[in-house]
């Protein structure tokens, strides 16, 4: 089928009159290959769109939905079944050596799943969610025994669950865009990287002062584009922020220190600079000689991306793309 998303194939199932399940993974840790927040969508014609990890497990959940859906088509046929089937919480362990809920994967780590029969009263509730990333707003979803909910409303935790029994329990998620990458400078190399970040979870926003830059007009992987006066007004434009990423790669010296210089003391996730180590290492001799805390110097990454030897736009994109990686997952 067409590439979608688990919550446009619930909204197109739904409006058909079609039983579709949502699997949603609550909880995760150690190496667990479904991730807290992956979720998919499947339905009684056997479309299927998102992922729980993958794999064995996958593909084992897969069936389960499509048993229970099955047998809820069945159900309605002889006038039995009911949308109102509920939900059921299964946790997996991934480690053939458990006494149960072994997963049938020995990636090691636990992942906690959900399978919700969606309901036709959560329809509106769907497409208040579909309408909200498409405008790449953030938001809360709320699962709990009593269906799917959301709330506009932003909360300070990306995901949060509590677990007491089968029918009490609540699970929160921040939806949307979850990080925010912030790209000074937009030549080839930030061309390329916008291209590789678009694919992942990063609301990406770039700033330049060439307004006929062809490699900003090109850039079509960006949410958003800006063309500053000078980068000194970058101090009012970004702000601090726990999943901020900064990465700093104009044309030049000049204008490396001047984009430094509007973030100074600003607190990120991340921040890159893109240059050589003689470049580097004079501008923050200066800047040390100019009284700037050595704290803050430490933390900005440079020579930005991992030391694997990058030339091309292509190359250094990875390069710089791996190592915020590395730092957004550090602490999973």
């Known amino acids: 089928m067409k590439n979608t998303t688990p919550w446009i194939l619930i909204d197109e199932s739904l409006g058909k009159r079609v039983h579709v399940m949502l699997l949603y993974v609550l909880e995760s840790s150690g190496s667990s290959p479904g991730r807290q927040g992956f979720c998919m969508a499947v339905n009684a014609n056997n479309e299927m769109a998102g992922s729980i990890g993958g794999g064995i497990m996958e593909h084992k959940f897969v069936e389960m939905a499509k048993a229970s859906l099955e047998a809820g088509v069945e159900g309605r046929e002889t006038g039995a079944g009911s949308r109102e089937a509920g939900h059921t919480i299964k946790k997996q362990i991934h480690d053939k050596s458990a006494s149960r809920n072994q997963s049938g994967m020995i990636c090691s780590g636990e992942q906690t799943i959900l399978l919700y029969l969606v309901k036709d009263a959560d329809h509106r ?11 790449n707003e953030n938001g809360t979803l709320i699962l709990s025994p009593q269906g799917i909910r959301f709330d506009d409303s932003i909360p300070e935790k990306d995901f949060e669950y509590s677990f007491q ?3 009490d329990w609540l699970y929160k998620e921040k939806t ?3 990080n925010e990458l912030f790209i000074i400078g937009g030549g080839h190399c930030s061309l390329a990287f916008s291209k590789l970040m678009r694919s992942m979870d990063f609301y990406i926003r770039i700033y330049d002062e060439r307004k006929d830059l062809k490699t900003m007009v090109e850039n079509e992987a960006a949410h958003e584009k800006h063309f500053v006066p000078d980068y000194t007004v970058l101090k009012d434009m970004i702000h601090s922020g726990p999943n901020h990423f900064v990465v700093i790669m104009t044309f030049g010296y000049r204008t490396d220190d001047t984009a430094l210089k509007a973030l100074q003391g600003k607190e990120f996730k991340y921040i890159g600079l893109l240059g050589s180590k003689y470049k580097v290492g004079k501008m923050f001799d200066d800047y040390r000689k100019e009284g700037v805390k050595e704290e803050w110097l430490q933390r900005i ?4 991306g991992l030391a694997i030897k ?3 736009p292509e190359e250094i994109a990875v390069s710089i793309g791996a190592e915020i990686i590395r730092v957004k997952n550090e602490h999973l």
């Open 165 to 167: 029994s089968e029918d």
């Open 301 to 304: 990454y440079t020579p930005v």
């Open 310 to 312: 990058s030339q091309t």
């Open 125 to 135: 509730v769907v497409l208040d969610i579909i309408r909200s990333l498409e405008k």
């Open 176 to 178: 949307g865009f979850k």
